[in-house]
C-alpha cells in the first residue's frame, strides 16, 4: 500500500508467560508471535515496519537482524508513550498512513488489515479502528458508540469502564489506521495523559483527540474474532496454536493433502504442500517446508525447512535445511542434517546420517553409515556401516566420492580423501590417500590362519 508503512508494539515483557524471552518471541505454531503478526503485515502490502522493543530487546533486534528498524522504549509506560518512540520512523511516511498493531496478537490477518486500509482511505479517516464483536470481551478495551450503535465516540479501557460499559460486546483489536500528518503533532505528554487506572499513555487516547479536533474516526468491524486473539499465558498460548494447527490441517485436508488419521501431526504456517501427499500420524513438519507431489512422509518424521521434490518417502526419519530430489526414499530411522543437497532416485536408509553433504542421483547409502562434509558422486554404491572420518578433533575436512564409486562395508574415509570414478574399497578398508579412478583399494590386514585350534575351554 503506497506511502503507508506499520508500528509493531512489542516492548512488554508478558510475565504470566514465565520466560525469559518477550511475550512476543513465544511461539505459535513454531513461529513468534511477532512473526506472525510481521507477516500478515508483509501479505497486505505494506513493506516498511518498525518494531517497538524494551524487554529483552536484543533477543528480538538479534531475531529481526537488519531486516526491519526497531526503536527502544526504555520504561514501558503505556500504549501511546510506545507509539511516541516511532515519531522519527513515521515521520519519514509523511503524507501516508500508519498501521499500529500489537505483537502479541499473532491472528491479525492481511485481508482484515487490507480491508480496514481501504475503508480508512475510502471515508478519508483520520483514524480506523479495526474492532470485534466478542462474547467474552472481558479485558480490552471497548468501543463506546453514541447511543450503542451510533458513530464511534472514544475507546474505554476495561479496567477504567463502568458496569455499562463492560457490557458492550465491540471491542478494540489494538490495531489501527491512522494518518501520519494528524497523529504526529498530538504524540506527546502534553496531548495525551496517564490519570488512569493503569497510569499510562493509552494510544486510545489518540481516538478522544481526535474527535475533539473533529478529525473523522471510525471501526472496521472484522468478523474474524481470531484475530483479535492474544495469549497471556502459556495455557493460552497453547491454544493459540490449536487454534492454529486446525486450522492449517483444515486446509490442507480440503485442497486434497490427505491423512488418513492427523494424530500428531503438527503443520507449521510456512509449509507447502503439493497434491497426491499422504502425512501419517505423529509427523511434524515446519519452517519453509515445501513438499512436491505424490510425497508420503511419516509416520514420526520431522522436517524443518526442507525442499522435497515429487514421489519421494520419508519413513520415520528427522531432515533439517537441506533439499531432497525425486524418487528419493529416506528412513527409516535416517537423520538429514543441515545442508544436505541430495538428488534424484536416491536412497538412504536405515541408521544413515548425512550431514553437510551433496549426494548424487541413482546413489544408495543404505545401513548404518556417517557422511559428513562430503560430495558423493552419482550411482555411487555406500555398502553397511561406513564412516567419514571428517574431523581429527579440531578441524573438519572434505571427502570425494567419484561417480559410479563402490565404497565396501565398513569402510572408514579419513579425510580429506578422494575417491575416483568407478574406484572400489574393499570391505573394512581404511582409507588415508586417494583412491584414482577404477581402482581398487584394500586397506586391511591380511586373514591369517591357524589351522587345528581349539577354543579355550572353561572346564
Ligand atoms: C490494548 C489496548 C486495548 C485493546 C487490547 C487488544 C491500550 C491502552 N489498550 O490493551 O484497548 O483491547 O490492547 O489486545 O492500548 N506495549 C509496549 N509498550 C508499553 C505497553 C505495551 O510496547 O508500554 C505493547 C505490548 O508488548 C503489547 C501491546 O503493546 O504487545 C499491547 O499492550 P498490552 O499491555 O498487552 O495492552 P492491553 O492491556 O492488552
Ligand atoms: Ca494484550
Known sequence: MVGSCAVILAAGEGKRMKSDRPKVMLNVLFKPMLRWVIDSVLASGTKDICAIVGFKEEVIKSYLGNEFETVSQ??????????????????????????????????????????????HISEGNAATIISAELAEPKGYGRIIRDNGIGPVLGIVEHKDASEKQRRIKEINSGAYWFKIDKLLPILDTEHLHNDNAQNEYYLPEVITIF??????????????TEAVMGANDCLQLNSLSSIARKKILDNLLVSGVEMPCSEGIIIGPDVRIGTNVTILPGTILKGKTKIGSSCTVGPNSLVDSCTIGDNTV??????????????????PFAHIRPECDIGEEVRIGDYVELKKSKVGSGTKISHLTYIGDTSVGTDV?????CVTANYDGKSKYKCTIGNGAFIGCNTNLVAPVKVGENAVTAAGTT?????????????????????????????
Open 74 to 119: 526504555y520504561e514501558r509506560r503505556g500504549t501511546g508513550h510506545a507509539v511516541m518512540q516511532a515519531k522519527d520512523f513515521m515521520g519519514k511516511f509523511s503524507g501516508g498512513d500508519v498501521l499500529v498493531l500489537c505483537g502479541d496478537a499473532p491472528f491479525m490477518d492481511a485481508d482484515t488489515i487490507r480491508t480496514a486500509y481501504e475503508k
Open 431 to 459: 582409507v588415508t590417500a586417494d583412491v584414482p579412478d577404477n581402482a581398487l583399494a584394500i586397506g586391511r590386514k591380511r586373514q591369517e590362519l591357524k589351522l587345528g585350534w581349539s577354543k579355550p575351554s572353561k572346564r
Open 211 to 224: 474527535l475533539k479536533k473533529g478529525y473523522k474516526v471510525n471501526a472496521y468491524k472484522t468478523s474474524n
Open 314 to 331: 520419508v519413513n520415520a526419519s528427522q531432515c533439517y535445511n537441506s533439499k531432497i530430489g525425486s524418487r528419493v526414499e529416506i528412513g
Open 381 to 385: 554404491n555406500i555398502g553397511c556401516g
